[in-house]
């Protein structure tokens, strides 16, 4: 079983940045591909990005792709996106995820466990 809680998230001008962190329970992290979705108000969730259990191999959304970092530190059970010149469209809710195995994946359903969420609003 694996508990992951967000934070980080607020309100940040367009052209900001924000880092948010994912802060997982057990000795297990490190066997978990790792992965962060959004949802926006009105719209279904979608994918971010994704880390190995390593961190050397990253995947990330066309949407958020030269602007977006994902990283992680397994000796402090911790994953990391690092947004950099953000949109009012970036807003949403966003969550980390974590599944088993090695193959990194972007379709939600393979991702195990779930955190709350933390809100990302960008103004205009």
């Known amino acids: 079983q694996v508990q992951l809680v967000e934070s980080g998230g607020g309100l940040v001008q367009a052209g900001g940045s924000l880092r948010l962190s994912c802060t997982a329970s057990?000795?297990?992290?490190?066997?978990?591909?790792m992965g962060w979705f959004r949802q926006a108000p009105g719209k279904e969730r979608e994918f971010v990005g994704a880390?190995?259990?390593?961190?050397?191999?990253?995947h990330y959304a066309d949407s958020v792709k030269g602007r977006f970092t994902i990283s992680r530190d397994n000796a402090q059970n911790t994953l990391y996106l690092q947004m950099n010149s953000l949109k009012p469209e970036d807003t949403a809710v966003y969550h980390c995820?974590?599944?088993?195995?090695?193959?990194?994946?972007?379709?939600?359903?393979?991702?195990?466990?779930w955190g709350q969420g933390t809100q990302v609003t960008v103004s205009s």
């Open positions: 995820a974590a599944k088993w195995g090695t193959v990194l994946v972007a379709r939600e359903e393979h991702y195990n466990y």
């Open positions: 880390i190995s259990t390593t961190g050397g191999t990253t």
């Open positions: 057990g000795r297990t992290f490190s066997s978990h591909v």
